[in-house]
């Protein structure tokens, strides 16, 4: 299966930016789905975003709809996630996951085979 590992996380004050990489190894990145997801001390793991197979279209969690992005870059195995206006309550280890099957239309984790091992996000107020 494809090995993923992400990068770009740190420390940043609420309304800033970071941008989360994902990068991939295997072949044939495009065939997989990357979806994003975070998870705070004490909570459960929520979705965050996801980029479709092929052009790499995506789809958002209500809470990050219009603040967050992510695309892909095939030709580099890698997909980004960029977040802006970030808020406190963004905090939390984010991980990116693959899987060549198909994802139902709300997003859930255990359609996904593969994860990274995470990148500690920090918003301070």
């Known amino acids: 299966q494809v090995q993923l590992v992400e990068s770009g996380g740190g420390l940043v004050q609420a309304g800033g930016s970071l941008r989360l990489s994902c990068a991939a190894s295997?072949?044939?990145?495009?065939?997989?789905?990357i979806g994003w997801f975070r998870q705070a001390p004490g909570k459960e793991r929520e979705f965050v975003a996801v980029?479709?197979?092929?052009?790499?279209?995506?789809n958002y969690a209500d809470s990050v709809k219009g603040r967050f992005t992510t695309s892909r870059d095939n030709a580099k195995n890698t997909v980004t996630l960029q977040m802006n206006s970030l808020k406190p309550e963004d905090t939390a280890v984010y991980y990116c996951?693959?899987?060549?099957?198909?994802?139902?239309?709300?997003?859930?984790?255990?359609?996904?085979?593969?994860w990274g091992q995470g990148t500690q996000v920090t918003v301070s107020s």
């Open positions: 996951a693959a899987t060549r099957g198909p994802v139902p239309t709300t997003v859930t984790a255990n359609v996904f085979g593969s």
């Open positions: 295997g072949r044939t990145f495009s065939s997989y789905a």
């Open positions: 980029v479709w197979r092929g052009g790499g279209g995506a």
